[in-house]
């Protein structure tokens, strides 16, 4: 060693610290790859790809392989850096060696590649893979033996490095994947997908019209009434029941009897009970994807949702479905508006799980379905207007109500909460 000159020892320290950097920022490349953009590219036939999935299939090994390179040149650029301060400084020169070779390693070994491999992880995996492979195959039996005892600690704590960890993602997380999307997806779009999302967990009893929303007609009622309610009417099927809506007997097509209204002189209560559909009857807490394929089966568009005494608690149709999973079908202005200092006004009737999709909060669905009964919970009465609460962790204020119900309600912006 006393031989080679000292701008030799230089040249190759300086090339151990760049097989270090590599090293380093290779080993943050490839472990903090996207695995879901990985098997992507995969499966489009990416060859680096593929080398880097196969390498990631055992971590334990290429970790291994890794590490045993970049100790082997760190302690090597150790030993180097000191010849070198001894040479030109004498005993004195291997402190300062020391110190200055941390500081190099530091900077130029492991932040720098380490910053870069995290920012582009692709940059320098892919071309890692393709030297890891070779590499991996060569010092095999090192790798396996320090593996060995290395595992053989790990199995002490329970832990299998054998076993294929193959990442997954729960709903929450998923959803928070695609919450996150505003760059690549339009917001439609991501509503929609959080909709589907959301659809397994989600009940009738979370989207349908509850019942004193409910318009039907009571066939006790005078004709004049009903006619007058046929012809008024906003929607395609209207339930027909007697004096209650507990009571229905079926329900009736506009489009249907006001054909018959308009043709027949002599209509009569007959003619209605005549075209009424047999009601279908909905548990109220049936999965939306099992209420669809309900509908489906039995080739119905509309039901009343009961509660477990049989009782009518609401109603639901196939619109009301889909607009559960898609949002609002109608431009109409919706019932959660947002302004530009970050608040919302938001309807007392919206339900917890629509405004939890639009703002992307995470108010708790278990309880009351619309933001009413969540603040009368949470308040156990009805709150005046001006009363100002924080509702899991949502500073808000009551802008009206009434005797049986809060009607309109103001979220302030997080800045506001002090």
């Known amino acids: ?108 070994s492991e932040v720098a590649p380490k910053t870069l491999a995290a920012l582009k992880p692709e940059v320098l995996a892919f071309p890692a893979a393709w030297i890891y492979s070779p590499l991996l ?39 928070s994947i695609v919450a996150e999307t505003d760059s690549i997806m339009p917001e439609k779009y991501k509503n929609i997908l959080l909709g589907i999302i959301d659809l397994e967990s989600a009940t009738v009893e979370d989207i349908m019209t509850p019942r004193n929303e409910i318009t039907g007609i009571d066939i006790e009622s ?38 018959q209204l308009f043709d027949n002189d002599n209509f009569s209560k007959q003619d209605i009970t005549d075209n009424l559909i047999p009601p279908f009857f909905i548990p109220e807490t049936t999965p939306l994807h099992k209420q669809i394929q309900n509908f489906k089966f039995d080739q119905a568009r509309i039901g009343l949702v009961v509660d477990e005494y049989g009782d009518v608690q609401g109603l639901v149709s196939m619109d009301d479905l889909l607009q559960g999973i898609v949002g609002e079908i109608t431009t109409e202005e919706a019932d959660v508006k947002k302004y530009e200092d970050g608040s919302y006004i938001v309807d007392g009737s919206v339900t917890v799980r629509e405004l939890n999709r639009i703002t992307h909060w995470n108010l708790p669905t278990k309880g009351p ?6 603040i009368i919970e949470f308040m156990e009465t009805i709150p005046q207007p001006n009363t100002s609460l924080i509702l899991h962790g949502h500073p808000l204020e009551i802008i009206s109500s009434d005797k049986r119900a809060i009607t309109r309600i103001k979220f302030l912006p997080p800045k506001a909460e002090k």
């Not at 309610?229 to 009571?247: A, G």
């Not at 379905?369 to 969540?374: E, F, R």
């Open 222 to 259: 005078s004709l004049e009434d009903i006619i007058q309610q046929l012809k008024s009417s906003q929607h395609t099927r209207i339930p027909v029941y007697k004096v209650s809506i507990d009571r229905v007997i079926g329900f009736l097509h506009l489009r249907t009897i006001l054909i």
């Open 369 to 374: 379905k619309t933001i009413n009964g969540l």
């Open 137 to 175: 195959k060569i010092f095999y039996p090192i790798v396996w033996f320090v593996n060995l005892i290395a595992n053989g600690l790990l199995r002490i704590f329970g832990v299998k490095a054998n076993e294929h960890n193959t990442a997954t993602l729960n709903k929450d997380e998923l959803k």
């Open 1 to 108: 060693m006393n031989d080679i000159p000292t701008s030799i020892l230089f040249g190759i320290l300086i090339a151990l610290l760049g097989f270090s950097a590599f090293f380093s920022g290779s080993e943050t490349a490839l472990m903090t790859l996207n695995r879901y953009r990985l098997q992507h590219l995969v499966k489009q036939g990416h060859r680096s790809a593929k080398k880097a999935q196969r390498l990631l299939k055992r971590p334990d090994r290429l970790l291994g392989l890794i590490l045993l390179g970049n100790n082997f040149v760190n302690i090597l650029a150790s030993s180097l850096a000191t010849i070198l301060g001894m040479r030109l400084m004498g005993d004195e020169g291997i402190a300062i060696a020391a110190g200055a070779l941390t500081l190099v390693v530091l900077i130029f």
